[in-house]
């Protein structure tokens, strides 16, 4: 599975859009994006994936650039529970495994 | 998605003891992991549980520190074996509805070793 490169920390406004980077040069025709986030004390949640076109569900929105080497997750109006540790993840479908390699993630931190 | 829940949600233990972690999900799953994560850093996969035969490792990880059962497609256990303070960490349950898809953790087992 290709790696990813992220900010290790962010701050965000309260009310504001939050855009998070991911860098992934060396992703594959196959490989899909995957955004978790882990809140102090929880486990990870998952949040949205996506291939090439851009994603968007209850919680975000997923841009993919056209090249397929970076995305941003958007979580458009950050709220003080948004406050986690956001990882992106690459990886492929199926497979008898379906582990996910974490990194180290950005801590995003909204402020009021 | 699918509920998960993982007993005991924390534990103080001794050094050379050992302690099982049950994790139990609402309805069948395909895939069944375990994570660990310790203290300040990422998640680490330890194995894939498999329904009716051996877990699958990871690099780094043996069955004699971590016995894995899988008997039915909602339950697992992991044992932490011989516990040093080494192994004081959150570990995790995870499920896949499908091979290879999201997953979707439980709340995690806090485990300190003294």
């Known amino acids: 599975d290709a790696k990813t490169t992220q900010p290790t920390s962010m701050d965000c406004a309260e009310g504001r859009a939050a855009n998070l980077p991911c860098n992934h040069s060396?992703?594959?025709?196959?490989?899909?994006v995957y955004w978790y986030r882990q809140i102090h004390s929880q486990g990870p949640q998952y949040i949205i994936h996506g291939l090439k076109n851009n994603e968007t569900n209850e919680m975000a929105s997923l841009i993919i650039t056209e090249d397929r080497k970076s995305s941003t997750l958007i979580l458009p109006h950050a709220t003080l529970r948004d406050t986690a540790v956001y990882y992106c993840i690459v990886r492929r479908h199926g497979g008898s495994q379906g582990n996910l390699i974490f990194g180290k993630g950005t801590k995003l931190s909204v402020k009021p | 998605s699918a509920v998960i829940s993982q007993k005991p949600s924390r534990d103080i233990c001794q050094r050379g003891t050992s302690l099982t972690i049950q994790c139990q999900v609402d309805?069948?799953?395909?895939?069944m992991f375990w994570y660990r994560q310790q203290p300040g850093q990422s998640l680490t996969l330890i194995a894939t549980a498999n329904q009716g035969s051996e877990a699958t490792y990871e690099s780094g990880f043996v069955i004699d520190k971590f016995p894995i059962s899988r008997p039915n497609l909602t339950f697992s256990t992991l044992t932490v074996s011989n516990m040093s303070p080494e192994d004081s960490s959150i570990y995790l349950c995870?499920?896949?509805?499908?091979?290879?898809?999201?997953?979707?953790f439980g709340p995690g087992t806090r485990l300190t070793v003294t």
């Open positions: 995870s499920v896949g509805l499908q091979a290879g898809y999201e997953q979707y």
């Open positions: 309805s069948q799953v395909t895939m």
């Open positions: 060396t992703i594959s025709g196959n490989e899909y």
